[in-house]
Protein backbone atom coordinates (compact mmCIF):
# COMPACT_ATOMS: atom_id res chain seq x y z
CA UNK A 1 0.00 0.00 0.00
CA UNK A 2 1.28 3.60 -1.04
CA UNK A 3 -0.23 7.09 0.08
CA UNK A 4 -0.11 10.16 -1.23
CA UNK A 5 -1.10 14.05 0.21
CA UNK A 6 -1.60 16.97 -1.74
CA UNK A 7 -2.88 20.28 -1.11
CA UNK A 8 -3.42 23.63 -3.79
CA UNK A 9 -5.01 27.18 -2.88
CA UNK A 10 -7.56 28.48 -5.22
CA UNK A 11 -8.49 31.80 -6.43
CA UNK A 12 -12.18 31.16 -5.13
CA UNK A 13 -14.47 30.03 -2.32
CA UNK A 14 -15.46 26.82 -1.32
CA UNK A 15 -18.41 27.28 -2.38
CA UNK A 16 -17.49 28.07 -5.92
CA UNK A 17 -14.83 25.53 -6.54
CA UNK A 18 -17.26 22.67 -5.44
CA UNK A 19 -20.20 24.13 -7.70
CA UNK A 20 -19.22 26.46 -10.63
CA UNK A 21 -15.73 24.77 -11.01
CA UNK A 22 -15.16 20.74 -10.01
CA UNK A 23 -18.67 19.86 -11.00
CA UNK A 24 -19.20 22.22 -13.90
CA UNK A 25 -19.11 20.08 -17.39
CA UNK A 26 -16.92 22.51 -19.01
CA UNK A 27 -14.20 22.55 -16.73
CA UNK A 28 -14.47 18.65 -16.52
CA UNK A 29 -14.43 18.29 -20.54
CA UNK A 30 -11.45 21.13 -20.71
CA UNK A 31 -9.39 19.24 -17.49
CA UNK A 32 -9.96 15.64 -18.64
CA UNK A 33 -9.37 15.85 -21.99
CA UNK A 34 -7.75 18.71 -22.96
CA UNK A 35 -5.07 19.39 -20.08
CA UNK A 36 -4.90 15.85 -18.66
CA UNK A 37 -5.28 14.53 -22.33
CA UNK A 38 -7.72 11.67 -21.10
CA UNK A 39 -9.37 9.61 -24.18
CA UNK A 40 -11.71 8.75 -22.39
CA UNK A 41 -13.72 10.71 -19.53
CA UNK A 42 -17.40 11.34 -19.10
CA UNK A 43 -19.69 11.46 -16.20
CA UNK A 44 -22.21 8.21 -16.35
CA UNK A 45 -24.51 8.73 -13.73
CA UNK A 46 -24.84 11.77 -11.65
CA UNK A 47 -27.60 12.39 -8.64
CA UNK A 48 -28.56 14.63 -5.26
CA UNK A 49 -29.42 12.83 -2.55
CA UNK A 50 -30.20 15.07 0.07
CA UNK A 51 -27.20 16.46 1.09
CA UNK A 52 -24.94 14.44 -0.74
CA UNK A 53 -24.28 13.75 -4.85
CA UNK A 54 -23.40 10.93 -6.29
CA UNK A 55 -21.42 10.54 -9.82
CA UNK A 56 -19.93 7.50 -11.03
CA UNK A 57 -17.58 8.66 -13.37
CA UNK A 58 -15.86 6.34 -16.99
CA UNK A 59 -12.64 7.21 -18.22
CA UNK A 60 -8.96 6.39 -19.56
CA UNK A 61 -6.06 8.05 -18.59
CA UNK A 62 -3.09 8.05 -21.14
CA UNK A 63 -0.74 4.88 -20.26
CA UNK A 64 2.22 6.73 -21.51
CA UNK A 65 5.73 4.79 -20.69
CA UNK A 66 5.81 1.85 -18.90
CA UNK A 67 8.62 -0.01 -17.74
CA UNK A 68 7.83 -3.83 -19.47
CA UNK A 69 6.61 -5.43 -16.19
CA UNK A 70 4.07 -3.30 -16.05
CA UNK A 71 3.12 -3.16 -19.49
CA UNK A 72 2.38 -7.25 -19.14
CA UNK A 73 0.37 -6.30 -16.35
CA UNK A 74 -1.75 -3.15 -17.81
CA UNK A 75 -1.50 -3.38 -21.50
CA UNK A 76 -2.54 -0.57 -23.45
CA UNK A 77 -5.37 0.82 -21.97
CA UNK A 78 -6.03 1.33 -18.36
CA UNK A 79 -9.90 2.21 -18.35
CA UNK A 80 -11.70 2.43 -14.55
CA UNK A 81 -14.94 3.76 -13.04
CA UNK A 82 -14.68 6.08 -10.50
CA UNK A 83 -17.81 5.84 -7.85
CA UNK A 84 -17.76 9.37 -5.32
CA UNK A 85 -19.98 10.84 -3.29
CA UNK A 86 -19.58 14.62 -2.52
CA UNK A 87 -20.94 15.82 1.31
CA UNK A 88 -22.42 19.36 0.49
CA UNK A 89 -22.00 20.08 4.16
CA UNK A 90 -18.91 19.12 5.14
CA UNK A 91 -16.92 19.63 1.70
CA UNK A 92 -15.60 16.20 1.29
CA UNK A 93 -15.55 13.99 -1.62
CA UNK A 94 -15.02 10.28 -1.43
CA UNK A 95 -13.92 8.18 -4.35
CA UNK A 96 -13.67 4.53 -5.20
CA UNK A 97 -11.78 3.75 -8.09
CA UNK A 98 -12.73 1.07 -9.57
CA UNK A 99 -10.32 -0.36 -12.65
CA UNK A 100 -11.67 -2.24 -15.85
CA UNK A 101 -8.93 -5.11 -15.49
CA UNK A 102 -8.12 -6.80 -12.08
CA UNK A 103 -10.66 -5.17 -9.96
CA UNK A 104 -9.97 -7.72 -7.34
CA UNK A 105 -6.59 -6.92 -6.74
CA UNK A 106 -6.06 -2.86 -7.50
CA UNK A 107 -7.56 -0.59 -5.56
CA UNK A 108 -7.06 3.52 -5.28
CA UNK A 109 -9.26 5.67 -2.65
CA UNK A 110 -9.59 9.07 -2.63
CA UNK A 111 -10.46 11.38 -0.44
CA UNK A 112 -10.85 15.49 -1.22
CA UNK A 113 -11.86 18.47 0.70
CA UNK A 114 -11.58 21.85 0.91
CA UNK A 115 -11.32 24.63 3.55
CA UNK A 116 -11.52 28.31 3.32
CA UNK A 117 -8.66 30.53 3.20
CA UNK A 118 -10.50 33.72 3.72
CA UNK A 119 -11.51 36.89 0.84
CA UNK A 120 -12.69 34.10 -1.13
CA UNK A 121 -9.81 31.79 -0.97
CA UNK A 122 -9.62 28.11 -0.08
CA UNK A 123 -7.15 25.32 -0.11
CA UNK A 124 -8.15 21.83 -1.31
CA UNK A 125 -6.64 18.78 0.07
CA UNK A 126 -6.41 15.44 -1.10
CA UNK A 127 -5.54 11.94 0.40
CA UNK A 128 -5.25 8.97 -1.64
CA UNK A 129 -4.07 5.42 -1.02
CA UNK A 130 -3.25 2.43 -3.95
CA UNK A 131 -3.04 -0.50 -3.00
CA UNK A 132 -1.88 -3.53 -6.00
CA UNK A 133 -1.87 -7.41 -4.89
CA UNK A 134 0.35 -8.57 -7.44
CA UNK A 135 3.35 -10.81 -6.64
CA UNK A 136 6.26 -9.22 -7.72
CA UNK A 137 4.95 -5.76 -9.26
CA UNK A 138 2.50 -4.74 -6.89
CA UNK A 139 4.73 -2.12 -5.38
CA UNK A 140 6.28 -0.77 -8.67
CA UNK A 141 2.27 -0.37 -9.55
CA UNK A 142 1.38 1.74 -6.79
CA UNK A 143 4.16 4.13 -6.99
CA UNK A 144 2.58 4.63 -10.49
CA UNK A 145 -0.29 5.14 -10.19
CA UNK A 146 0.12 8.02 -7.32
CA UNK A 147 2.82 9.27 -9.36
CA UNK A 148 0.69 9.85 -11.92
CA UNK A 149 -2.21 11.05 -9.88
CA UNK A 150 -0.08 13.65 -7.99
CA UNK A 151 1.07 14.64 -11.48
CA UNK A 152 -2.79 15.18 -12.84
CA UNK A 153 -3.74 17.47 -9.13
CA UNK A 154 -0.89 19.42 -10.18
CA UNK A 155 -2.06 20.30 -13.57
CA UNK A 156 -5.37 20.81 -11.90
CA UNK A 157 -4.03 23.03 -9.97
CA UNK A 158 -3.06 25.30 -12.10
CA UNK A 159 -5.77 24.84 -14.95
CA UNK A 160 -8.55 25.83 -11.95
CA UNK A 161 -6.72 28.95 -11.26
CA UNK A 162 -7.01 29.45 -15.12
CA UNK A 163 -10.33 28.55 -15.11
CA UNK A 164 -11.64 30.53 -12.22
CA UNK A 165 -9.99 33.86 -13.40
CA UNK A 166 -11.31 33.18 -17.19
CA UNK A 167 -15.09 33.16 -15.23
CA UNK A 168 -14.54 35.82 -13.10
CA UNK A 169 -15.69 33.42 -10.15
Given at each position: ??E??????????????????F??????????????K??V?????????????H????????????P????A?V??????E?????????????V?V????????????????T?P?????C????Q??????I???????EK????????????S???T?????????
Amino acid sequence: MAEIRVEHSFKCSEETFWTKVFFDDEYNRRLFLEILKFPVWRVAKSEERGDEVHRTIEASPPIGDLPAALKAVVGDSAGYEERGVFNKKTHRYRVQVVPNRMSDKISVVVEMWTEPLGDAQCKRFAQATATAKIFGVGGMLEKKLLSDLERSYEKSASFTNTFVAEKGL
